[in-house]
């Protein structure tokens, strides 16, 4: 089943081919929503309410553009949206001073999917939402200003903390893990 | 070092999959299927709009079957040959009528010679009454046979003229006799005829007789019919009409019925026993929806057959209410210890919170059936009321099924039915039974009304099935009958 077919089918609300989309895109469309939520509860509530609606928006898609990266927007949109906003900007305005520490490029590769998905799950949502946005989605500064309501000063700010939080909370890891082997 | 980790992290997740029960989400996010419950109200109308329409067609039938088929068209001459007289009656179809009656009069006709000669007018009769007294084996009616004997009857005979009010009102016409001699034979003008009397043509000492017509030669039926017909308020062709109708032999039906379901539902692997007792649970019994239209045949004796098409529909309620908890820790205070220097420390820790998720789901599940009925039967006539005894089989053409349950696990998890292949889907064989009262609503329709019950020889499920299953079928059955 090709995804133009899967695309026709859901438009015509044939559960067969909504089914195959929800089969075929999920695993994918969960780690988006996994990088944007504090927990996987949480991601799979984003991931569930964005299937609900890309089954009531499809008739607007245009097969002009990717159909994952349009489902990708939805699902990350849910996921900004789903943030108690107020907490949002508290955790922007209470940020601590963190040191700048520096991790081995050999620690960084070592890390797998899962690892790094849990340690952005860590960072604050504010970090982590220009982070996402910044090195994975590959959006500018300007637009994840414009996304999240913010100053790009404030956007390229939070990224260079969120990183520094990320190093730091690897280091943290590496070191645990280091304790663990030797006693 | 910022580079690197952008570049792993990026390329990492970018393209990775993570871990999640498909299955389940699917269900969760299954755009809820709609019961349909105007398709039988359209299929309801339908059948309301068809019978309708026989109804009004076969009333339009019976209308055209009297003025075309039942109006006796007559010649407006007759001989009466005894006397060289001629009875010469205007052109109407009344005029036929009152031809027609009169010759049933005929033999009470003592003879034309007692008919005293000479212009007489007809006595002064009363005004026509509506009670329709036919003379009953002459009377023109509604059946086109009669008329024909009537084409060819030739009197040989005087007559006396009966005018019966239920055929005929000449009140308004005139009806003249000629006579070859008209010092012997005068002519006889009906200047006053009206229904219910009778026309006697024998010697009156005060009025004289009627007509002086010794005898008619012949009664010519012709083709044409130009009075109003309104006036011709011939006696109920229903009667004749319904005979007729009653003698075709084949005739359409449409059935609506509502079933009761019994289910057989067992698992094929005993060692999944609980998966039916669960599915038995969470899965409630709805009703069978069914509509055939069928053709047949229905001989005098009294015996029918009849096939068509028919569509079939189960329907079930699948329900669950599945309640899950979830267990998070979270960084808090767990306790405070008050020293004896009146300080207090604060303890931190794990601190857990429950959090429970309930989630109802409810789904409509249908098995759908398309399929043939080939029935026989007997009807037993009770008067106005026939009662129809039939049987027969079911040929399933086509099967098709929709609806979740539980999935194996038993869990939170469901099994969407229209993605599997557990029923069958080729021909398959069951038995109908049935008993209904049939009642005439029209000379041409029945409406029926009675019980059904169909029995599946065969288990729905595939051979892919976890379970057997199987379906018996008891209701109510409506239907309409057109008999052509």
């Given at each position: 089943?090709?995804?133009?077919?899967?695309?026709?089918?859901?438009?015509?609300?044939?559960?067969?081919?909504?089914?195959?989309?929800v089969l075929?895109?999920?695993?994918?469309?969960?780690?988006?929503?996994?990088?944007?939520?504090r927990d996987d509860?949480?991601?799979?509530?984003?991931?569930?309410?964005?299937?609900?609606?890309?089954?009531?928006?499809?008739?607007?898609?245009?097969?002009?553009?990717?159909?994952?990266?349009?489902?990708?927007?939805?699902?990350?949109?849910?996921?900004?949206?789903?943030?108690?906003?107020?907490?949002?900007?508290?955790?922007?305005?209470?940020?601590?001073?963190?040191?700048?520490?520096?991790?081995?490029?050999?620690?960084?590769?070592?890390?797998?999917?899962?690892?790094?998905i849990?340690?952005?799950q860590?960072?604050?949502?504010?970090?982590?939402?220009?982070?996402?946005?910044?090195?994975?989605?590959?959006?500018?500064?300007?637009?994840?200003?414009e996304?999240?309501?913010?100053?790009?000063?404030?956007?390229?700010s939070q990224?260079?903390?969120?990183?520094?939080?990320?190093?730091?909370?690897?280091?943290?890891?590496?070191?645990?893990?280091?304790?663990?082997?030797?006693? | 070092?910022?580079?690197?980790?952008?570049?792993?992290?990026?390329?990492?997740?970018?393209?990775?999959?993570?871990?999640?029960?498909?299955?389940?989400?699917?269900?969760?996010?299954?755009?809820?299927?709609?019961?349909?419950?105007?398709?039988?109200?359209?299929?309801?109308?339908?059948?309301?709009?068809?019978a309708?329409g026989?109804?009004s067609?076969?009333?339009?039938?019976?209308?055209?079957?009297?003025?075309?088929?039942?109006?006796?068209?007559?010649?407006?001459?007759?001989?009466?040959?005894?006397?060289?007289?001629?009875?010469?009656i205007?052109?109407?179809?009344?005029?036929?009528?009152?031809t027609?009656?009169?010759?049933?009069?005929?033999?009470?006709?003592?003879?034309?010679?007692?008919?005293?000669?000479?212009?007489?007018?007809?006595?002064?009769?009363?005004?026509?009454?509506?009670?329709?007294?036919?003379?009953?084996?002459?009377?023109?009616?509604?059946?086109g046979?009669?008329?024909?004997?009537?084409n060819?009857?030739?009197?040989?005979?005087?007559?006396?003229?009966?005018?019966?009010?239920?055929?005929?009102?000449?009140?308004?016409?005139?009806t003249?006799?000629?006579?070859?001699?008209?010092?012997e034979?005068?002519?006889?003008?009906?200047?006053?005829?009206?229904e219910?009397?009778?026309?006697?043509?024998?010697?009156?000492?005060?009025?004289?007789?009627?007509?002086?017509?010794?005898?008619?030669?012949?009664?010519?039926?012709?083709?044409?019919?130009?009075?109003?017909?309104?006036?011709?308020?011939?006696?109920?062709?229903?009667a004749?009409?319904?005979?007729?109708s009653?003698?075709?032999?084949?005739?359409?039906?449409?059935?609506?019925?509502?079933?009761?379901?019994?289910?057989?539902?067992?698992?094929?692997?005993s060692?999944?026993?609980?998966?039916?007792?669960?599915?038995t649970n969470?899965?409630?019994?709805?009703?069978?929806?069914?509509?055939?239209?069928?053709?047949?045949?229905?001989?005098?004796?009294?015996?029918?057959?009849?096939?068509?098409?028919?569509?079939t529909?189960?329907?079930?309620?699948?329900?669950?209410t599945?309640?899950?908890?979830?267990?998070?820790?979270?960084?808090?205070?767990?306790?405070?210890?008050?020293?004896?220097d009146?300080?207090?420390?604060?303890?931190?820790?794990?601190?857990?919170?429950?959090?429970?998720?309930?989630?109802?789901?409810?789904?409509?599940?249908?098995?759908?059936?398309?399929?043939?009925?080939?029935?026989?039967?007997y009807?037993?006539?009770?008067?106005?009321?026939?009662?129809?005894?039939?049987?027969?089989?079911?040929?399933?053409?086509?099967?098709?099924?929709?609806?979740?349950?539980?999935?194996?696990?038993?869990g939170?998890n469901?099994?969407?039915?229209?993605?599997?292949?557990?029923?069958r889907t080729?021909?398959?064989?069951?038995?109908q039974?049935?008993?209904?009262?049939?009642y005439?609503?029209?000379?041409?329709?029945d409406?029926?009304?009675?019980?059904?019950?169909?029995?599946?020889?065969?288990?729905?499920?595939?051979?892919?099935?976890?379970?057997?299953?199987?379906?018996?079928?008891?209701?109510?059955?409506?239907?309409?009958?057109?008999?052509?």
């Amino acid at each position: 089943m090709t995804e133009s077919e899967i695309i026709r089918g859901c438009q015509r609300g044939k559960a067969k081919y909504q089914k195959a989309l929800v089969l075929r895109y999920s695993p994918i469309m969960m780690t988006v929503a996994r990088r944007y939520c504090r927990d996987d509860h949480a991601a799979k509530d984003v991931l569930q309410e964005a299937f609900i609606r890309v089954f009531r928006a499809i008739d607007r898609y245009q097969e002009t553009g990717s159909f994952a990266g349009w489902l990708r927007r939805i699902v990350i949109n849910l996921a900004l949206q789903s943030k108690d906003k107020a907490s949002y900007h508290r955790e922007q305005t209470g940020l601590e001073e963190i040191t700048h520490p520096l991790v081995a490029p050999n620690v960084v590769q070592q890390l797998g999917a899962e690892e790094l998905i849990a340690l952005i799950q860590q960072l604050p949502d504010g970090f982590r939402d220009v982070f996402n946005l910044y090195v994975v989605e590959g959006y500018a500064h300007d637009e994840i200003a414009e996304i999240l309501g913010i100053a790009p000063g404030t956007s390229r700010s939070q990224l260079v903390r969120a990183r520094q939080k990320l190093q730091a909370m690897i280091l943290q890891q590496e070191k645990e893990t280091y304790v663990k082997r030797v006693g | 070092m910022s580079n690197e980790l952008d570049k792993h992290i990026g390329e990492t997740l970018g393209r990775y999959e993570s871990s999640v029960d498909a299955e389940a989400l699917w269900q969760a996010v299954k755009p809820p299927r709609k019961r349909k419950p105007w398709l039988w109200l359209l299929l309801l109308a339908g059948v309301i709009a068809v019978a309708g329409g026989l109804w009004s067609w076969s009333a339009m039938k019976q209308q055209d079957q009297v003025v075309e088929g039942d109006s006796p068209m007559v010649d407006h001459t007759v001989l009466f040959t005894e006397k060289d007289a001629t009875f010469t009656i205007p052109e109407s179809g009344e005029e036929v009528a009152s031809t027609s009656v009169q010759e049933s009069a005929v033999s009470e006709m003592p003879d034309a010679m007692s008919i005293s000669s000479g212009t007489e007018k007809v006595k002064e009769l009363p005004p026509a009454t509506p009670t329709n007294k036919a003379t009953e084996e002459k009377e023109i009616a509604a059946n086109g046979n009669t008329v024909n004997d009537k084409n060819s009857t030739t009197l040989t005979k005087p007559m006396k003229l009966e005018v019966n009010q239920s055929v005929v009102d000449l009140s308004k016409e005139k009806t003249t006799v000629n006579s070859s001699d008209q010092n012997e034979e005068p002519v006889v003008v009906l200047s006053s005829l009206s229904e219910s009397r009778q026309l006697d043509t024998e010697p009156n000492t005060e009025t004289v007789p009627v007509l002086v017509a010794p005898a008619i030669e012949t009664l010519v039926f012709g083709p044409e019919f130009t009075e109003e017909k309104e006036e011709l308020t011939i006696a109920t062709p229903v009667a004749s009409a319904y005979r007729r109708s009653k003698n075709s032999p084949f005739f359409a039906q449409i059935d609506v019925a509502y079933f009761d379901l019994q289910r057989k539902l067992e698992n094929k692997d005993s060692l999944n026993w609980d998966w039916a007792s669960e599915r038995t649970n969470s899965e409630q019994l709805l009703e069978g929806l069914s509509a055939d239209l069928s053709f047949g045949y229905r001989s005098r004796s009294g015996w029918q057959f009849r096939g068509g098409i028919g569509y079939t529909q189960l329907n079930t309620l699948f329900a669950s209410t599945v309640t899950t908890q979830t267990v998070d820790t979270v960084q808090g205070l767990t306790m405070l210890v008050y020293n004896p220097d009146n300080s207090v420390d604060s303890i931190f820790g794990s601190v857990a919170y429950y959090e429970t998720t309930t989630r109802q789901k409810q789904t409509y599940n249908s098995i759908r059936q398309w399929e043939l009925p080939l029935l026989a039967g007997y009807n037993f006539e009770l008067g106005r009321l026939s009662l129809l005894v039939e049987a027969g089989v079911r040929l399933r053409l086509n099967r098709n099924w929709e609806g979740i349950v539980f999935n194996q696990d038993l869990g939170n998890n469901f099994q969407d039915l229209s993605t599997t292949d557990w029923y069958r889907t080729g021909l398959d064989l069951g038995l109908q039974g049935g008993i209904h009262l049939a009642y005439p609503i029209r000379p041409q329709i029945d409406i029926l009304a009675g019980g059904s019950v169909r029995y599946n020889l065969q288990d729905f499920s595939g051979d892919n099935s976890p379970f057997t299953e199987r379906y018996q079928l008891l209701g109510g059955q409506l239907g309409l009958r057109y008999r052509f």
